[in-house]
DNA sequence: GCCGTTTTCGGCCCGACTGTTTTCAGTCG
């Protein structure tokens, strides 16, 4: 079982739930997150570093210590140090700090008066009102607890973005309705284009005599109130999706969009700058001494301490502010930046509309070209195209381009790759499409080599031009299939091809850090809809967002080309 | 445990809300 950057992420944060359980160093219990952190965010994992002799210290927040400890858990898959502390207290102890309401020092008397070490145990004592005994624990704590563990069984994760925006945006209208309020921003890490989201973080500018709080509790999604003061909320939807609400004055926007926006350790590294520039920043603005000497807007954050501005898709603390103060910011693609859609289904197929009606729904996008990309035969479950069917479908394409304005239609296929790397259509077929798509829909448990190779060969298939959903993963619901995405992302590098960014909110496949690596690489990426209906021309800007997160400009993207030169690229003159 | 425009020691981001206690610790974001 090799070990990943996720793997040694987590043997970190135990380490560091368990020191912060016997009340080490607070800044040594910081060091070992911030490690985690930096190896979640890596595009490479470890292992490959140090099989390529790469030292580590350079990475940010690992220094000797840690780099060795990486070693130790690549090479024997164990950290010592996690076993001392596990023998000292109980593995278990790092379960009970995921419960709400429990930090360090509640679970550490927990763990010390009572014998509790267990969630279940746990349960147990505040069913039989042994908790609320200790010393710092009262009766309205025992009953948080107790509340907090039940839904802990239960537990609900992080929700995927486009869900959490069918909750947000109703909920941002109906804010915007109390009296007093200028500004409701959604901020966090649904301002960030995160693939999936936690929680809500809202920001509201208004007067302090606003009754934006009272109007926010009795939103009729609303079905509890965890908590609620002047300028600071927490309420729970119906859905179970938690809502943060902070209320600022209108002087404060700048300061409080970037405070809530986040992510925490890129704000933690930009108070740092301002702290060696004897300046100190908080929500409400960047301050001198007593005196406010910014924060109105972002920009005026970020300038304070010398950096350019640095949109919020960037902020997770890899290497943005490095990038910011040396003027290498990337001018990320924006929505408008897209000529066309290179994925797309219709009724011939799983699709639920014609390709009239598909061609009609992207000119309306202000596209200008769509490709039309059908499963094949051998994806059966989806009534996949044969060469008769695909040549049939060819022709009415040609005749529906004739007939329409202003949008032209590209022949295509979403050709199955096999088991062994072969296509599922025969060259004499593929040769008349402008672009053909090749795509894993089966074997999804292929070990890395065999998946890897499966994928190569059918890369160096002469009509091959985009890999679609490149890791094949679901998001929550089913794991990339284990592939060398190196290797994929230099062979396309060397045969001339690209990389899909599928779009669906499911799906967002590549994964940024892998856009990172086609970037660095010189592949291009193209963001596709994978569209089955005229309304799912609206995913593209999830695809937009995941691509900024992963640094992409506009001339990294193959769709942002117009047509002519699209044509040129895709290596087809018809 | 990491790090260096205060550089090998002495720092390490900042504030709101709750509950328990009575001035603040704990937790959270």
């Given at each position: 079982m090799p070990i990943h950057n996720a793997d040694i992420a987590m043997i970190f944060e135990q380490i560091a739930d368990l020191l912060e359980i016997q009340d080490d160093n607070p800044f040594r219990i910081r060091a070992y997150r911030n490690a985690a952190r930096t190896l979640n965010g890596l595009g490479k994992d470890a292992r490959a570093l140090l099989e390529q002799g790469e030292d580590l210290t350079k990475l940010p927040g690992i220094g000797k210590d840690l780099a060795a400890k990486i070693g130790e858990i690549v090479s024997t898959g164990r950290c010592r140090t996690l076993q001392k502390l596990q023998e000292q207290s109980s593995p278990g102890l790092t379960d009970l700090l995921k419960i709400p309401g429990l930090g360090p020092k509640r679970v550490r008397a927990l763990y010390d008066e009572l014998d509790i070490h267990t969630p279940e145990q746990l349960y147990r004592a505040t069913r039989d009102g042994r908790i609320h005994t200790l010393p710092g624990f009262g009766e309205k704590t025992e009953l948080h607890i107790l509340k907090n563990i039940e839904s802990y069984v239960q537990k609900d994760q992080r929700i995927k973005l486009a869900l959490a925006a069918q909750y947000a945006e109703p909920l941002v209208e109906y804010l915007q309705m109390a009296d007093g309020v200028k500004h409701v921003i959604i901020a966090g890490s649904y301002r960030r284009c995160r693939e999936t989201v936690g929680d809500l973080d809202i920001l509201v500018t208004a007067g302090t005599d606003s009754p934006v709080m009272d109007h926010l509790i009795h939103y009729d999604e609303v079905n509890e109130v965890v908590s609620k003061g002047g300028t600071r909320a927490t309420v729970i939807l119906r859905s179970g999706l938690q809502v943060d609400i902070r209320v600022v004055e209108q002087q404060c926007l700048g300061a409080a969009l970037h405070y809530f926006t986040g992510a925490k350790s890129h704000n933690i590294e930009i108070r740092k700058l301002a702290q060696k520039r004897k300046l100190k920043i908080n929500e409400y603005g960047v301050f001198k001494g007593k005196e406010r000497v910014a924060g109105d807007t972002e920009e005026s954050v970020y300038n304070a301490v010398d950096l350019p501005y640095i949109p919020p898709e960037l902020?997770?603390?890899?290497g943005e502010i490095e990038a910011a103060r040396s003027g290498l910011l990337p001018k990320l693609v924006e929505?408008?930046?897209?000529?066309?859609?290179?994925h797309a289904h219709t009724t011939a197929t799983d699709g639920h509309n014609t390709l009239k009606e598909m061609a009609l729904a992207a000119r309306e996008q202000g596209l200008q070209y769509l490709a039309i990309t059908e499963h094949s035969k051998h994806l059966t479950v989806a009534h996949g195209l044969d060469q008769t069917r695909l040549l049939q479908q060819v022709e009415k394409i040609e005749e529906l381009n004739n007939e329409l304005k202003g949008i032209t239609l590209l022949k295509g296929i979403e050709v199955d790759i096999l088991?062994?790397?072969?296509?599922?259509?025969?060259d004499n077929v593929l040769d008349k499409l402008d672009l053909v798509i090749g795509a894993v829909h089966s074997l999804f448990h292929l070990s890395r080599a065999n998946q890897t190779n499966r994928i190569l060969k059918a890369m160096d298939h002469p009509h091959f031009t985009i890999l679609a959903h490149p890791t094949g993963r679901l998001l929550q619901d089913r794991d990339p299939y284990d592939v060398d995405m190196n290797k994929i992302i230099r062979k396309a590098r060397e045969r001339g091809c690209f990389l899909e960014l599928n779009a669906h909110p499911q799906r967002l496949d590549l994964l940024d850090t892998y856009c990172m690596m086609a970037r660095d690489e010189g592949v291009l990426v193209s963001i596709n809809s994978d569209a089955h209906s005229t309304q799912d021309f609206d995913n593209l800007r999830y695809g937009i967002g995941q691509a900024r997160r992963g640094w992409l400009e506009k001339g990294d993207i193959l769709n942002t080309r117009p047509l002519p030169e699209l044509r040129k690229l895709l290596g087809r003159t018809m």
């Open positions: 902020r997770e603390n890899r929505h408008s930046d897209l000529k066309g859609d290179l088991e062994d790397g072969r296509l599922d259509l025969a």
